[in-house]
């Protein structure tokens, strides 16, 4: 079985904005298999956006699970992000699901994994997947210098993207309002 490369997921929350943007890539050993992917969605009418690294059919699967727990629990991201990593451990089925995501709304920015984590980032900023370390380094080097989330959040993948194979400079920004 060959292994699938090829993201770069990235959230940045400052000055009332929270943006997740993810680039394009999907990779098939050395090979580029789609250059324009689209990872990062919106999710519960817009109230909460996402993006994902990992295999796609498995993370539509938890998107569509994170988007059940959320009608469940009124929109409340953290207590769906909690039971949605419940299950994520717990059930026979989910625990084989080979994905992360970064899950953000008005308030919140979370890093969800199979290992059971729902993770809250320092300093609004969280990067996963393939060239995430590459994105997250370029954020924290210029939150003291750029003042808005998605021109920072644009030039850190931009860095992500020239120094990672696995990640490209076609991406996909959602973006909301937030109370910080």
């Not at 969605?41 to 994170?66: N, P, Y």
């Not at 994105?135 to 750029?146: F, G, K």
């Not at 989330?149 to 931009?158: D, G, N």
């Amino acid at each position: 079985m060959q292994d699938w490369h090829g993201t770069t997921i990235l959230s940045v929350r400052k000055n009332g904005k929270v943006i997740v943007i993810g680039d394009g890539q999907v990779s098939m050993g050395q090979t580029v298999m789609k250059p324009n992917a689209r990872k990062v969605r919106q999710l519960h009418d817009g109230s909460v956006i996402g993006g994902f690294a990992g295999a796609t059919a498995d993370a539509f699967t938890l998107f569509e699970r994170l988007e059940a727990k959320l009608e469940r629990h009124n929109g409340q991201l953290m207590r769906a992000a909690v039971e949605l990593a419940k299950d994520w451990r717990t059930d026979k089925y989910l625990r084989n699901l080979e994905a992360m995501m970064i899950v953000a709304d008005k308030d919140v920015t979370l890093i969800l994994t199979g290992n059971g984590d729902v993770l809250e980032p320092t300093q609004g900023i969280a990067a996963i997947g393939s060239g995430g370390n590459f994105a997250l380094a370029a954020s924290r080097a210029l939150i003291e210098y750029e003042e808005d989330a998605e021109k920072l959040a644009r030039k850190a993948m931009a860095i992500a993207a020239e120094v990672c194979i696995y990640t490209n400079d076609q991406v996909t920004t959602e973006i909301l309002d937030s109370a910080t």
